[in-house]
């Protein structure tokens, strides 16, 4: 069964950061595609990160490229968001989620999801 837990939210002043982190268990770390997703209150949940089984292949969605870092470490099962510059639209909760693939994946398909983690910026 594989897991995925979420940390790292929490209450940030507009034009601060956060790194949200995502520990997986009860799978081959490495064999996964991994991706963050948020979904704020009344909205659909929107992609916002994905990156490949090694790291090499990595990707920001459009409405958070410049601000947004996505990286995993294997040796520790986690792969990381950090995001800076943050706006009060940036606030939702944040999921991560896993596909086994050798590829990046960028759409909804993942098999595997988080609990997520509340982030909220304040104005």
């Known amino acids: 069964q594989v897991q995925l837990v979420e940390s790292g939210g929490g209450l940030v002043q507009a034009g601060g950061s956060l790194r949200l982190a995502c520990a997986a268990s009860?799978?081959?770390?490495?064999?996964?595609?991994m991706g963050w997703f948020r979904q704020a209150p009344g909205k659909e949940r929107e992609f916002v990160a994905a990156i490949n089984w090694n790291g090499n292949i990595a990707i920001c969605a459009d409405s958070v490229k410049g601000r947004c870092t996505i990286s995993r470490d294997n040796a520790k099962n986690t792969v990381y968001l950090q995001m800076n510059s943050l706006v009060p639209e940036d606030t939702a909760v944040y999921y991560c989620a896993a596909k086994e693939s050798d590829g990046m994946v960028i759409s909804y398909a993942y098999d595997y999801w988080g609990q997520g983690t509340q982030v909220t910026v304040s104005s």
């Open positions: 009860g799978h081959t770390f490495s064999n996964y595609a």
